[in-house]
């Protein structure tokens, strides 16, 4: 009799639990979609004050990254000015190096995070930030540029940008792809608002003050930082490895979806790299064409918050390949034939939209795939691969340009090509985690 009321609480028991799930997720899923081993808690809470407080502290970092891609002021500066000796190319280096190295260092810091938590990566991170944008003030030589701004700042990014997603992801499951999206139109807002700041700044105050001011600002927002982002999972696996295991390349969704970021990465930020220098080509004004790239910054902001929400309702999957597949399009049909100034503002705001849906949902599809253990590596892993094509993209598309003779043509076709075979492999991964053309994945 004992027995019989113990089989049948434990079938109430599996009937209660099945329930849960489906009423969290109502997509069944297939053992790749849920990937957490048992002692893992899987009980998300998808809000609540330290998620959404993990969620601001993201954004604030992120808006400081955003300096990333306001460099093009720095770059006409150092032209006009410190460096107005070396050629353009080799100030593009700088930028260059900062952006590589954020992605790259990904590969070590996730393993961090795994091993201890958030704050030992942030902390150390927003006063290498603080103290490299302080020392960037100063520079005088080539050098001094690229060993500071370009090593030193590019690093500090990488130790604010994983931590703060890897944590996000910790306590958001349902609602990941809105979480990520949020945080990351952050940097979408630091872009269009530090070049216009630069700017005005470098006029009204001088380049060492200007970039001073921006070093104190980013220290305060960084503390904040510091002090809301936590992860849901208590630090002390210390036994995690620096260097994952090769057992990873035997994980044939995940590789499928490295190979595809790679090449979308590749191609990504050709436009943002060039478009301004385009514009120009096409007879807009240097003064306006600097305007180009902020309108491309605002369009992925839109494109970093509304796709990856409706993500959360369609799949994650489901949004990243077709926005991967039209950037590739855009380009070109799109980009080939703007040639007016409203038609290139066209063009960069969206494709800054789908270029945004694109970076917004590559975290929340690794995790999606991922045990959420391992979701700081795999980040890391992902990023770290997707490095060298960021660093080649833009000196691959300027092969191109010179091979043309200043011509655009073959450049455009790289930049499609590459965005449209991206997306061709993430199909190819979401086909390994759910075959059905229909399924939420």
């Given at each position: 009799?004992?027995?019989?009321?113990?089989?049948?609480?434990?079938?109430?028991?599996?009937?209660?639990?099945?329930?849960?799930?489906?009423?969290?997720?109502?997509?069944?899923?297939?053992?790749?979609?849920?990937?957490?081993?048992?002692h893992?808690?899987?009980?998300?809470?998808?809000?609540?004050?330290?998620?959404?407080?993990?969620?601001?502290?993201?954004?604030?970092?992120?808006?400081?990254?955003?300096?990333?891609?306001?460099?093009?002021?720095?770059?006409?500066?150092?032209?006009?000015?410190?460096?107005?000796?070396?050629?353009?190319?080799?100030?593009?280096?700088?930028?260059?190096?900062?952006?590589?190295?954020?992605?790259?260092?990904?590969?070590?810091?996730?393993?961090?995070?795994?091993?201890?938590?958030?704050?030992?990566?942030?902390?150390?991170?927003?006063?290498?930030?603080?103290?490299?944008?302080?020392?960037?003030?100063?520079?005088?030589?080539?050098?001094?540029?690229?060993?500071?701004?370009?090593?030193m700042?590019?690093?500090?990014?990488?130790?604010?940008?994983?931590?703060?997603?890897?944590?996000?992801?910790?306590?958001?499951?349902?609602?990941?792809?809105?979480?990520?999206?949020?945080?990351?139109?952050?940097?979408?807002v630091?872009?269009?608002?530090?070049?216009?700041?630069?700017?005005?700044?470098?006029?009204?105050?001088?380049?060492?003050?200007?970039?001073?001011?921006?070093?104190?600002?980013?220290?305060?927002?960084?503390?904040v930082?510091?002090?809301?982002?936590?992860?849901?999972?208590?630090?002390?696996?210390?036994?995690?490895?620096?260097?994952?295991?090769?057992?990873?390349?035997?994980?044939?969704p995940?590789?499928?979806?490295?190979?595809?970021?790679?090449?979308?990465?590749?191609?990504?930020?050709?436009?943002?790299?060039?478009?301004?220098?385009?514009?120009?080509?096409?007879?807009?004004?240097?003064?306006?064409?600097?305007?180009?790239?902020?309108?491309?910054?605002?369009?992925?902001?839109?494109?970093?918050?509304?796709?990856?929400?409706?993500?959360?309702?369609?799949?994650?999957?489901?949004?990243?390949?077709?926005?991967?597949?039209?950037?590739?399009?855009?380009?070109?049909?799109?980009?080939?034939?703007?040639?007016?100034?409203?038609a290139?503002?066209?063009?960069?705001?969206?494709?800054?939209?789908?270029?945004?849906?694109?970076?917004?949902?590559?975290?929340?599809?690794?995790?999606?795939?991922s045990?959420?253990?391992?979701?700081?590596?795999?980040?890391?892993?992902?990023?770290?691969?997707?490095?060298?094509g960021?660093?080649?993209?833009?000196?691959?598309?300027?092969?191109?340009?010179?091979?043309?003779?200043?011509?655009?043509?073959?450049?455009?076709?790289?930049?499609?090509?590459?965005?449209?075979?991206?997306?061709?492999?993430?199909?190819?991964?979401?086909?390994k985690?759910?075959?059905?053309?229909?399924?939420?994945?």
């Open positions: 009799m004992a027995k019989t009321r113990d089989t049948s609480s434990t079938a109430e028991s599996a009937t209660s639990t099945c329930v849960h799930s489906a009423a969290a997720t109502p997509e069944p899923k297939t053992p790749l979609e849920s990937r957490s081993p048992p893992v808690d899987l009980d998300y809470p998808d809000g609540g004050l330290k998620a959404w407080l993990t969620v601001f502290g993201a954004v604030l970092a992120l808006f400081c990254c955003g300096q990333l891609t306001a460099f093009g002021a720095f770059e006409t500066w150092y032209a006009q000015n410190q460096l107005r000796d070396m050629p353009a190319s080799a100030i593009a280096w700088i930028g260059s190096l900062q952006l590589w190295l954020l992605y790259f260092s990904g590969g070590v810091l996730g393993r961090i995070f795994d091993a201890h938590g958030p704050r030992v990566i942030l902390v150390p991170g927003s006063l290498l930030l603080a103290v490299s944008t302080m020392l960037t003030s100063v520079c005088k030589r080539y050098y001094q540029f690229l060993l500071v701004q370009g090593l700042t590019g690093l500090s990014y990488g130790m604010l940008f994983y931590p703060t997603f890897a944590s996000i992801s910790t306590h958001f499951r349902r609602y990941r792809a809105t979480a990520v999206g949020i945080a990351i139109a952050g940097s979408g630091g872009g269009v608002v530090f070049p216009i700041m630069f700017r005005q700044l470098f006029v009204q105050i001088g380049f060492g003050w200007a970039v001073r001011v921006v070093g104190f600002m980013c220290l305060v927002l960084c503390m930082t510091c002090a809301t982002v936590t992860s849901r999972l208590p630090p002390g696996r210390k036994n995690t490895k620096i260097f994952p295991d090769a057992n990873v390349i035997k994980d044939t995940f590789v499928l979806l490295v190979a595809g970021c790679f090449l979308v990465n590749f191609g990504l930020f050709i436009p943002f790299v060039y478009l301004a220098d385009y514009s120009i080509y096409r007879g807009v004004s240097s003064a306006t064409s600097f305007y180009v790239i902020s309108a491309m910054n605002a369009g992925s902001i839109f494109g970093r918050i509304a796709p990856p929400f409706l993500a959360d309702s369609v799949g994650r999957f489901n949004i990243v390949i077709p926005s991967t597949f039209l950037m590739g399009l855009l380009a070109l049909v799109f980009w080939s034939f703007a040639k007016s100034l409203v290139i503002l066209l063009f960069a705001i969206v494709y800054g939209c789908f270029s945004g849906a694109f970076l917004a949902m590559q975290i929340p599809c690794i995790a999606q795939i045990n959420i253990e391992e979701v700081g590596t795999r980040i890391g892993i992902l990023y770290s691969i997707a490095s060298f960021v660093l080649a993209g833009s000196p691959a598309a300027g092969a191109a340009l010179k091979a043309d003779q200043g011509g655009y043509e073959g450049m455009i076709v790289l930049c499609g090509i590459l965005n449209i075979l991206g997306s061709f492999f993430l199909f190819l991964s979401r086909c985690v759910n075959r059905r053309l229909l399924a939420r994945v």
